[in-house]
């Protein structure tokens, strides 16, 4: 079989830098707290857009949440293939901040459900944070960063 | 205030759809040209421009101010490149009134043009509109995004899915009539095929989903009373942008949302009030509307942006035909970005010249009957811009 053996020709490709900086939100939700205002972010902002201080403190962000608006994708990009279907959502934390993240070990069925979300996830149902495996970047290492489950421990 | 003082004096624009033998070049040459006669302006009366394009990596090309003006024959005119996502070309527009409105220009061309055809894959060559660090690299692309805002808008206001399939119904019949349109001249579509279509990101079907696609526009700016007698002019009587969080779970609690969520359109309803009280209009007296329904839903949630409609009630009004040819304020009459196709740079154009042609009169089948105000809207990212034009023909 003809294998090439020159380089794939690519512009503007990211080192895994730039990934390797938001390591602390994807795997630990580490947002911030405005010290003036006390409106907390996720992810971390430089300035509070509420009152403007740049005075802003991290904070580590409890793991739990409720779901407040689900979805269910059918053609996962490039990168996330593999699985007829991945359920996401939009999760308020019990923190205050809300985060879009795809949801793990919920059973989607395949038409079950009907309209509006997967089958056993609806508005209101407490999920908990897992690290699962997110992309290959563009510049080969794996990424990694936040998942939600349905909540286990108490 | 009343007005900007200034018109668009020409308009001009190319069929949308897909041209793999066609250039961006070719497009923007098209599109100019077409505007540059229609106002009666001669090429070396152009002295600056602004071309709008979303994916200037898809043409391995940057600068495409400067290129374009060469293109055209234009040089040493002022040109430059303007991005604001989908909103680009109503973002080029706001610039070009400024240009003309500050004195230092008398004929400035805003352009739009998108290749989106030359992208390998229409979903991986926007990803780098939704957030580059916890969005897109999590596997979120737009269809996803507003798959949740649907959902939210079905929840939060208790709209039925029907009535949100009924707009895309609505864009394939004005899309049938419109001769630039991606969908011209195809069958009617029914709620029950936009259902059954395949499911892209429930809750939103293929047959839902924005036409991403080839396409360019342009329109000739100068200021009232310094067009040339002969052409049409249509007023710009107000243009505002205004911008919000992208990342989308951060609209929640964010202060500039002002308690509202993913199921309202913040910025176009910031913008739209500065546009209307430049303009001295209200929502009321507005006759024709051209919104950035990219997906279905996103129709309704800047019908009720622009204030035409209460929220969460836009999508019910749409499917009772209210924004039907003869309803109170018809909408989308060139196909939308679901009929018309959405070559996403020149979007923010194409809905300005569609707007200048109804309100001139020249949309035939489609055409509205006597429309006084047009406004027009385009969206870039999630609701983290929207733009909105009032253009009125001139008393």
Same mark, same amino acid.
């Given at each position: ?11 503007a ?17 580490? /947002? ?6 006390? @409106?907390?972010?996720f ?12 005075? @802003?403190?991290?904070?580590? @962000? ?15 990009l ?41 089958t056993?996830?609806?508005? /209101? ?30 | ?5 200034v018109?668009?004096?020409? %308009? ?11 250039d ?60 604001? %996502? ?60 507003m ?40 069958? %009617? ?12 990101? $429930? ?34 009587a ?15 609690g ?20 500065k ?52 309803? $109170?304020?018809p ?56 733009a ?8």
């Open positions: 079989m003809w294998s090439p053996t020159e380089p794939v020709y690519r512009i490709t990211p080192t895994p830098a730039k990934a390797w900086r938001s390591r602390d939100g994807r795997y630990r939700l580490v /947002g911030n707290r405005c010290e003036d205002c006390v @409106l907390p972010f992810p971390k902002r430089r300035v509070c857009p509420q009152c403007h201080s740049r005075s @802003l403190t991290e904070t580590v @962000l409890a793991p739990y949440g409720r779901v407040v608006s689900a979805a269910e994708d059918r053609t996962p490039i990168g996330h293939v593999g699985r007829d279907s991945r359920p996401f959502a939009i999760v308020a934390l019990e923190d205050g901040p809300c985060v879009l993240t795809e949801l793990v070990d919920v059973d989607t069925g395949t038409d079950a459900g009907g309209e509006g979300g997967p056993t996830v609806t508005e /209101g149902t407490e999920v908990e944070l897992v690290v699962r495996k997110w992309r290959r970047e563009a510049s080969g290492p794996y990424q990694y960063g936040y998942k939600f489950r349905p909540r286990r421990a108490r | 205030m009343n007005g900007t003082g018109v668009i004096a020409g %308009a001009g624009v190319t069929r949308h759809g897909f041209f793999p033998s066609r961006w070049k070719d497009l923007v040459v098209e599109s100019a040209y077409a505007a540059l006669h229609d106002a009666g302006v001669s090429p070396g009366e152009v002295s600056g421009g602004f071309v709008s394009v979303s994916l200037p990596e898809t043409f391995e090309q940057q600068n495409l101010g400067a290129i374009a003006a060469d293109e055209l024959g234009l040089a040493p005119a002022a040109f430059s490149q303007v991005g604001a %996502a989908c909103a680009g070309g109503t973002v080029a527009l706001m610039n070009g009134v400024a240009a003309i409105a500050s004195g230092a220009v008398r004929a400035v061309l805003v352009i739009g043009v998108e290749k989106q055809s030359d992208a390998a894959s229409t979903a991986d060559s926007m990803l780098h509109f939704p957030d580059a660090e916890y969005e897109a690299p999590a596997g979120f692309d737009y269809v996803d995004l798959a949740l805002m649907h959902d939210r808008y079905v929840r939060k206001y208790g709209a039925t899915h029907e009535a949100i399939a009924q707009w895309v119904v609505q864009d394939r019949w004005y899309a049938r009539r419109n001769p630039i349109a991606i969908d011209y001249g195809r069958a %009617a579509l029914t709620v029950a095929e936009v259902l059954d279509s395949p499911m892209v990101s $429930r809750p939103i079907t293929r047959a839902a989903c924005g036409r991403a696609c080839d396409g360019a526009s342009a329109v000739v700016l100068m200021r009232a009373g310094g067009a040339p007698a002969d052409c049409e002019p249509v007023e710009i107000g243009i505002a942008q205004a911008t919000g969080p992208n990342v989308l779970a951060a609209k929640f964010h202060p500039a949302s002002a308690g509202a969520d993913i199921a309202e359109a913040v910025p176009t309803e910031v913008a739209a009030k546009a209307y009280a430049q303009a001295g209009i209200e929502p009321h007296h507005i006759g024709l509307a051209q919104v950035h329904d990219c997906f279905s839903v996103m129709g309704p949630l800047h019908m009720e942006g622009l204030g035409i409609f209460p929220p969460g009630k836009a999508a019910a009004a749409a499917a009772d035909g209210e924004t039907a040819l003869d309803g $109170r304020c909408t989308n009459t060139d196909g939308g970005r679901i009929g018309l196709g959405h070559p996403t740079g020149a979007t923010g154009v194409s809905i300005a010249v569609e707007s200048a042609l109804q309100l001139r009169g020249r949309c035939g089948d489609r055409q509205v009957p006597d429309p006084d105000i047009a406004v027009c809207q385009s969206m870039g990212g999630s609701n983290a811009t929207s909105v034009a009032v253009l009125r023909r001139p008393r």
